[in-house]
């Protein structure tokens, strides 16, 4: 009850006051959730768009929520599976969770992390090396990654490319009679008697001839 009760209250707020750059939302059930974060400015993350996965435990406020990334992301605390190494994210004494902090502030705290990454307790060994002593490297990688999987027009350039490609579809032709293309007001093709050659070459201007012979024929008239 204690959970189900904090949760209404923290989506709530969260819908009508989110921290800059965040959004959260209940995932089908109370204790499944969603979240978004847009990578900060001045960071090799600027422009991307970063979804969460939260799942809330039976014993909340009082045991922390598992949060992680489900948008690939280069970074030394975070790995590729999207968990995260963030203090809050766990229980003492090895963690910083206790009850008064909510969701609100552990996404707040993510997207912290995600402009200052703290090398010295990585995730990530590699990233975080590559962070300390060679971070045009690591800025240069977290730009690529943050472009190919979290970046805004990604979605929009997928739906632009889809559409076009229905829009070359080939729609199909019409018929091609032998007294003509059967084409309503066609003056070039709508000629009664032309000979059966005449009309394979009709067809290869229309673009619908798949026969070799007749195209090689119609050439040669």
Known sequence: MQRTTRLTRELSLLATEPPP?????????????R?????????????GIFNLEIIVPERYPFEPPKIRFLTPIYHPNIDSAGRICL????????????????????LTSIQLLMAEP???DPLMADISSEYKYNKQL???NAR?????YAGQMKEVASDKNQLMADEEEPKGFPEIREDGCGRAGCQRCDV??????????RREILGASTDPTMRAGSRSL
């Open 138 to 140: 690591f800025l240069l």
């Open 21 to 33: 750059g965040i959004t959260c939302w209940q995932n089908g059930q109370l204790d499944n959730l």
């Open 192 to 201: 009664q008697g032309e000979e059966y050659e005449r009309i394979g070459l």
């Open 118 to 120: 703290n090398p010295d």
């Open 144 to 148: 690529e990654w943050t472009e190919k």
């Open 35 to 47: 979240a978004q974060i847009l990578g900060g400015v001045d960071t090799p993350y600027e422009k």
């Open 87 to 106: 203090d809050v994210l766990k229980l003492p004494p090895k963690g910083a969770w206790r009850p008064s902090l909510n969701i609100s502030t552990l």
